[in-house]
C-alpha cells in the first residue's frame, strides 16, 4: 500500500508503522503492539550503480537538460495530428518493404527464438503469400532463412499482437498533418476481428480467406473511400473516444462507431454495392476494427519526438512474445530489451493461464503515447474485460500520471474533470519510483495455430527501463564531460 | 447541504450545529461560537394535511401495500423489451389520430394558453400540412379552433420539446417484445438534427424543407431499411450506450452511434445510392438523431406499468412550456398539473436567461425510466453540455436513487460499479425527503420561430408531486376503508 501523510492507519495507544526488512520488527509485535509494514522499494530496486546514475540524471546540472529535452519532445508529440490519408499494399508504400522481407511485433528476433502464436502468424503469412503449401513447408521454409524478418517498427510501422506485415498485405496509410509533420507517415495493416486471426498465431482456412478479403474487396473499397472523402483527422476522433468510454487500446467499441460514421457515406458511393454491404458488416461486427488506427495514430505522434538528444522519454514499448524492447527519443533505433512478462487477466471460457503465451505486439505504443492503460479511467467499462473495478481504472491513470512528463489536453477524461492523459513515460521515473507503466492487452495461446484466449494487464520488465538509463546516464555524462559550458 | 452520521463539522472547544429558523441561533454567534447552519426542510414542506396524507402512505397498513404495488409496477417496466420495428406516417399508425388532430408535448393546453416554442411548432405544423399559406394565417386558424390539440401521451407518442405530431408526419414504430408486452407499441417522430428545428418553435423555410426531405425520402428509405434488417433491440443498445458516455436525454452520441451502425448496411440495399448517401450524412451530422428513439423506448417501458393498483410510482413527465404534468401508474391518463419551471444552464452564443422560454416537451419522459438525469453518472461528459462538473453527474445520479423504488440492470453505470440506474420515482419519497427528479433539457426561445437557445438542468414543480400524493392518499385510503380485511 502506499502511505499518505496525515492518514490514519491504526488507533489504540501503541501502533508501529514499520519500514524496511520484516523481522527487525518482531519485538514490537511480540509486545502486542499493532504493526503495519510499509511495502518500500528504495529507487533503482537497490541496485547501487544504477542508483548512482539515476541521481545523476536527475540532479543538477543533468536533470534541467533532460526535463528541457523531455518538454521538447512532448511538445512535437502533442503538435502532432496524425490524419488517415489512405490504403494501399506493404510492398508499394512501406519504407524499405521487400519481397522476401516480412514484419513482425516487438523488437528482432530470429525463427528459432519466436513464441508460438509469431511462429503461427508467420506460417499463415507464407501460406498466404503462397509461399508454402503446408505449415510444415512453411516452418521449414521459415527456418532456412528464406524470409528476412525485421520490427514493423524499423519501418514506421506497428502491428498488434503477432504483428505480421507481408509483402501483399493492404496497410492503412497515416499521415502527420501537423505544423512540423511533413514527411512523416506510418503504417498499420486492416483488423481481422475477432476469434480465429493471424495476429493471435491462428492460420486455418478461415483466416487465410478473411485475409484474403481484406486484401481483395475491403482495403481497395476503403482505398476508393478515402480518395472520395479525404483524410480523416484521427487524434480528434480518438478525443471523442474517449468521453465515450474507449481507452484507445483493449476498447475501442466508440472509435469504430466513429469511424464507421464518417466512412459510411463516403464508402457507399465507393461502390459496388454488394462490397459496399458486405464491407460495412464486416467493420460493424468488430469493436476492435479502430485499433489498427489508434496504433499507427500513437506512432506517428511518437515519431515526432525521436531523436531529442538527452531525452529521457520513452517512444517504443514492444513485444515479439519472447522479448520486450523499448526505445528513448534520445537513442531511436535502439533497443533496451527484457524477458516478455505473463498477463494477468480473465480468460475465455475453456482456457487458463497455462494456455497462455507471453505478453505480444507492438500495441504498447498506445500507453506510450498516452492511451490504453494511461487513458484507463476514461474507460471503466474496460473492466469487465481486462478485470479489476471501476476504481483500478481511476487509480491506473493517476499513477500513469506519476511516471509521466505532462498530459495530452487533446485526450481528455471526463471522470478526471477533463483533464488529458498522462502522456510521454520518463525512464527517470519508473526507476526512480520503481512503478512500471501499466500494459492493456489481449493474450495469445502459447502455441501457434489457436488464437486469442483472454485479454488483461501486464508490465514491461524492469530490465529494459534499467539498461535504458544506464545507457542515457552514459550518453549524458558523455555530454557533459565534453562540453560543461552553461547549465541548461 | 447534508449531515452524514458521524461526519465531523467543525472542529474546536465549542461549535454549533443549527437546524431551524436561522435567527434562534444569534446567541450563539454573539457569543463567538461556530455555527453550521443545516439547510432543514420538513417532509412535505410542512403542509400539515399533506403530511398527514404522506405519514399514511409511508406507516402500516399501507405502506407495504404501496411498496408492493410499486415493485410490481417496476418488474413491469424491467420485462419491457422495446424494439424498434418500423416506421410510418401518423394518420396511418398512431392510434386515434385524426386529420384535424395535432398532438403537442405536456399535459393538454389551448391555444390561448400555449408558450411561444408550442405556438411556433404549430405555425410549422400548419405550413406543413398545407392549410396555411402564412404564418399570420397559421396563427388565426388555429385560435380558431380549427385544429383540435392533445397531448401525445394520450396516444402513446412522446415528443422532444415542442413535440408536434402533424397527420402527414412520419414516426418510428416501437413495439414491446417482452413476455408481458403484447400489442404495446409507441411512437415518435424522427429527429430534424441541430440549428432551426420546428421541435424548438422555428418554421422557415429551412425548417420545412427538412421536415419534407424525412417524410418524403428519409422516413420510407428507413421504412425499407427496418424491413430488410428486422426489428433492433433498444433496451441492450442504450445499455451499451450508457457504457459509452451516453445518459439518454441530452447526450445520445454514442446511442446514434450504434443505431447508425445497426442501420448502414440494410439501409445501403434499401437504395437508391443517391438518398442512401444522403441519408447516411443526415444521421450522421446529428449526434442526437437517437433521442427520439430513446423517448418512445421509456415511454414504452413505463407504459407496461400503468393501471397498477396503489402505486406511487411515476410514470409520465410532461411539459408543454406552459404547465408541467405527471401521472400515476395507479391513475393512468389523470394529470396532476403545476406551472412549468425555467431551466438553469448553459446559453449559445448571444442569448442568455432572458431569451429563455419555461421548461418543455415530453423528453423527461427518459428521467422517468431512469435515463437523462438518473444516468448522469454514466455521462460525465454531458457537463460540458448541461453545466457543472463531472463530480455533479455521480452526485445527481446517486441524489435520484433515493426517490426510486429500484435500479434497472439493463442501464448500468461503470463508474458505480456497474449499478443499474435509479428507476422508478416514488412520489411519497418525493415529498418525505422534498427531493424533486433532475430533469436534463435543451432551452427553447420564449418566442415562437426562434430556435434553440441553450441546455441545462431544472425540476418539476413541487405542486405536481403534491396534487398527485392527495389524489393517491384518497384513494389509497378509500381502498382501505372499503376492504380493511387481511394487511397486505
Not at 530470429?110 to 503449401?133: F, K, S
Not at 515479439?320 to 471460457?349: C, E, H, M
Not at 488464437?451 to 558523455?478: K, M, Y
Amino acid at each position: 500500500m502506499s502511505l499518505e501523510p496525515g492518514k490514519q492507519l491504526l488507533g489504540g495507544p501503541l501502533a508501529v508503522v514499520h519500514l524496511g526488512l520484516d523481522n527487525l520488527i518482531d519485538g514490537a509485535r511480540a509486545a502486542g503492539a499493532p504493526v503495519h509494514v510499509v511495502d518500500f522499494v528504495p529507487p533503482a530496486r537497490g541496485d547501487r550503480a544504477l542508483a548512482a546514475c539515476l541521481r545523476s540524471l536527475l540532479m543538477p546540472p543533468l536533470a534541467a537538460a533532460i526535463d528541457a529535452a523531455n518538454q521538447a519532445a512532448l511538445e512535437r508529440i502533442l503538435a502532432s495530428q496524425p490524419h488517415l490519408v489512405g490504403v494501399g499494399v506493404a510492398r508499394d508504400v512501406v519504407p524499405g518493404m521487400a519481397a522476401d522481407l516480412f514484419l513482425h511485433a516487438g523488437p528482432p528476433i530470429t525463427w528459432d527464438r519466436m513464441a508460438g502464436p509469431l511462429r503461427g502468424a508467420v506460417v499463415g503469412g507464407l501460406l498466404l503469400e503462397g509461399r508454402a503449401g503446408t505449415p510444415a513447408e512453411a516452418e521449414g521454409l521459415a527456418a532456412s532463412g528464406a524470409v528476412r524478418f525485421e520490427p514493423c517498427h524499423h519501418h514506421a510501422a506497428v502491428g498488434p499482437m503477432a504483428g505480421l506485415i507481408t509483402p501483399s498485405m493492404p496497410v492503412w496509410i497515416l499521415e502527420d498533418r501537423g505544423p512540423d509533420g511533413v514527411g512523416r507517415r506510418t503504417f498499420c495493416t486492416l483488423n481481422e476481428g475477432l476469434g480465429n486471426v493471424l495476429r493471435y498465431g491462428a492460420y486455418g482456412d478461415e483466416v487465410l480467406t478473411r485475409l484474403r478479403f481484406i486484401a481483395d474487396t475491403l482495403a481497395p473499397l476503403l482505398a476508393r473511400t478515402l480518395e472520395r472523402r479525404g483524410p480523416i483527422d484521427l487524434k480528434s476522433l480518438v478525443g471523442q473516444a474517449l468521453q465515450m468510454g474507449d481507452e484507445g487500446h483493449n476498447r475501442n467499441r466508440a472509435a469504430t462507431s466513429l469511424l464507421f460514421r464518417e466512412l459510411a457515406p463516403a464508402l457507399v458511393s465507393a461502390g459496388p454495392g454488394v462490397d459496399v454491404v458486405r464491407a460495412l458488416d464486416f467493420i460493424h461486427r468488430n469493436d476492435h476494427f479502430f485499433l489498427n488506427l489508434s496504433m499507427p495514430m500513437a506512432k506517428c505522434m511518437l515519431l515526432a519526438a525521436e531523436g531529442q538528444p538527452r531525452s529521457s522519454l520513452v517512444t517504443v514499448m514492444a513485444r515479439n512474445g519472447t522479448d520486450f524492447g523499448i526505445q528513448l527519443a534520445s537513442t531511436p533505433g535502439r533497443w533496451f530489451v527484457g524477458p516478455a512478462q505473463p498477463v494477468k487477466g480473465l480468460y475465455f471460457p475453456g482456457f487458463t493461464e497455462r494456455d497462455a503465451g507471453l505478453d505480444l505486439g507492438d500495441s504498447a505504443i498506445t500507453e506510450t503515447a498516452g492511451l490504453g492503460a494511461c487513458a484507463m479511467a476514461a474507460a471503466p467499462a474496460i473492466v469487465q474485460f481486462v478485470g479489476g473495478s471501476a476504481e483500478d481504472a481511476l487509480a491506473t491513470t493517476r499513477e500513469m500520471g506519476r511516471i509521466t512528463v505532462g498530459r495530452n489536453p487533446a485526450f481528455a477524461v471526463p471522470a478526471l474533470g477533463f483533464a488529458g492523459t498522462p502522456t510521454g513515460i520518463d525512464v527517470r521515473r519508473v526507476l526512480e519510483l520503481n512503478l512500471l507503466p501499466v500494459i492493456n492487452t489481449g493474450i495469445a495461446h502459447r502455441e501457434p495455430g489457436v488464437g486469442q484466449v483472454g485479454a488483461g494487464l501486464t508490465h514491461p520488465p524492469w530490465e529494459c527501463f534499467a539498461a535504458a538509463l544506464r545507457a542515457l546516464g552514459e550518453s549524458c555524462n558523455d555530454m557533459a564531460r565534453s562540453n560543461p559550458g552553461p547549465r541548461l
